[in-house]
């Protein structure tokens, strides 16, 4: 089946610290990798995706590879800031359309 | 991409009551899901929801707990029957169409007293 394992947190830093959430999944297929914030309050957002083997994704600083050989979409950001503080999702989709799947969530707080 | 209203946006509901959480969503889509967010975890798929026929269920969850209701590809309801403690919660509504990522409402949250 299905399944995202995240790494757990939270996750506390100094502002400008170097970021790295590990993601590891499963899945049958080739599937979507996704990841999601979730600000104090608000709902999920798209953060980043990749749809295929050795594709990054990237977005406000934040990058994630698409590995298929250690099944993984590490998030990492090279200078955190306080804005940062929430809650990232790994999410996969096995098909377009379909549902998705979520890990755990990690909490980020940066501090100044 | 799509904008999605989700209302209410939050509820405190006695115990024994139901409370029905509606999803309208700017455009036409595919599939529309509902999901729960426990207190501290990660979001539960609920149940997708389809147009026109019964909404397809995950294991745990049962329809006479979770009515779903899809009249038409741009509005779903979501009732919690019989509210319980237990029900508080996150309830977000999540939609996509095919070969897009998916897109979520605000969120529902449900305190059960």
């Known amino acids: 089946g299905n399944s995202v394992t995240q790494m757990e947190g939270p996750v506390t830093l100094s502002e400008e610290a170097f970021l790295t959430i590990n993601c590891t999944y499963t899945?049958?297929?080739?599937?979507?990798l996704f990841w999601y914030v979730q600000y104090p309050g608000e709902g999920l957002q798209l953060l980043l995706k990749?749809?295929?083997?050795?594709d990054k994704g990237s977005n406000k600083g934040f990058e994630a590879t698409y590995r298929k050989e250690t099944t993984s979409f590490h998030l990492e950001k090279g200078s955190v800031q306080v804005s940062d503080s929430a809650v990232y999702f790994c999410a996969l989709s096995d098909r377009p359309g379909n549902q998705f799947y979520f890990g755990t969530g990690t909490s980020l707080t940066v501090i100044p | 991409s799509a904008v999605i209203s989700q209302k209410p946006s939050r509820d405190i509901c006695q115990r024994g009551t139901s409370l029905t959480i509606q999803c309208q969503v700017d455009s036409q889509v595919t599939m529309m899901f509902w999901y729960r967010q426990q207190p501290g975890q990660s979001l539960t798929l609920i149940a997708t929801?389809?147009?026109?026929?019964?909404?397809?269920?995950e294991s745990g969850f049962v329809i006479d707990k979770f009515p779903i209701s899809r009249p038409n590809l741009t509005f779903s309801t979501l009732t919690v029957s019989n509210m319980s403690p237990e029900d508080s919660s996150i309830y977000l509504c999540?939609?996509?169409?095919?070969?897009?990522?998916?897109?979520f409402g605000q969120g529902t949250r449900l305190t059960v007293v």
């Open positions: 899945a049958t297929g080739y599937p979507s």
């Open positions: 999540s939609v996509a169409s095919v070969g897009t990522e998916a897109f």
């Open positions: 990749a749809t295929k083997a050795d």
């Open positions: 929801a389809n147009q026109g026929s019964e909404a397809t269920y």
